[in-house]
């Protein structure tokens, strides 16, 4: 597990650019939130984890926040720093978290948007605890495909998932906002983090056919299919939006913002 959970982390890197692009980054009032749950004013120290093209590390920057932003790929790396080249309190270190040692002074937030997943269960928790001062915050984001939108076509899309894709579950179908699980396991096991808040945003955006097929080819499980499946899929997808769906479907996405404060 820990193994597949490093090499599908990395294939974000092969198209930084694609990445950047197409994923649909995160809502305003999330940054806001944040920003109030934290008591975070203009100068605050915060560690981004797992930056990406920098779709989380801009909004903090435009908030006045000091960002430390580590980063695994260099592409991805590379993107951000270019996005944040205007904010001259922003640094981007291309590095592993788990590898990647803690400055001296303590940060008044930890942030990970779309990334937490990815990092080494054994040492998140304790390391983000590590890097915050006592009352800094630990604000994980999390972004969910849920039900809603163009829910015929997330029903009938499962066809060409169990045609081409051998991991998909048989009967697939995409569960509703409320019924996706919190989550607070890990800070609260921790005994390192008060008891954890959550927020919730829920947005649809729409796509012609060219742009989702983009954007499923900006994930992992995507990616990783061999060429002959991966091609199958997309050619199947894209003939069901054509063929049924006018060439326009919409996705429902639900943003959750889960925060800890360190104790």
Not at 89 to 99: G, R
Not at 106 to 112: E, G, K, L, N, R
Not at 142 to 166: K, L, M, N
Not at 216 to 240: D, F, P
Request: charge should be negative.
């Amino acid at each position: 597990m820990a193994d597949e959970r490093t090499s599908l982390r990395a294939v974000f890197d092969e198209d930084a650019e694609l990445y950047d692009r197409v994923r649909p980054g995160y809502p305003g009032a999330l940054f806001d939130d944040l920003a109030a749950l934290g008591d975070l004013g203009a100068g605050a120290r915060v560690l981004e984890i797992g930056c990406g093209t920098g779709q989380a590390t801009v909004p903090l920057a435009e908030r006045g926040l000091r960002v430390t932003a580590v980063e695994l790929g260099p592409s991805m790396a590379e993107v951000a720093r270019r996005r944040l080249s205007a904010f001259p309190s922003v640094e981007v270190v291309t590095a592993a978290f788990e590898d990647w040692p803690l400055p001296g002074e303590p940060y008044d937030a930890v942030v990970s948007a779309t990334a937490f997943h990815w990092i080494d269960p054994a040492v998140r928790v304790a390391k983000c605890a590590d890097a915050l001062r006592p009352g800094g915050v630990l604000a994980v984001v999390s972004t969910h495909h849920v039900y809603g939108g163009s829910r015929a076509f997330f029903a009938d899309v499962q066809e060409c998932y169990e045609r081409f894709d051998p991991a998909t579950p048989p009967g697939l179908r995409l569960r509703p906002a409320a019924a996706i699980p919190t989550g607070s396991e890990e800070t609260d096991r921790s005994g390192r983090f008060g008891p954890a808040r959550f927020h919730r945003y829920e947005r649809e955006l729409p796509y012609t056919t060219a742009e989702y097929l983009d954007l499923l080819l900006s994930y992992s499980n995507h990616r990783t299919l061999s060429a002959e499946r991966r091609e199958g899929l997309l050619a199947c997808i894209g003939a069901l939006i054509d063929g049924r769906y006018g060439g326009r479907i919409t996705k429902r996405y639900m943003t959750q913002l889960h925060t800890a404060r360190r104790l």
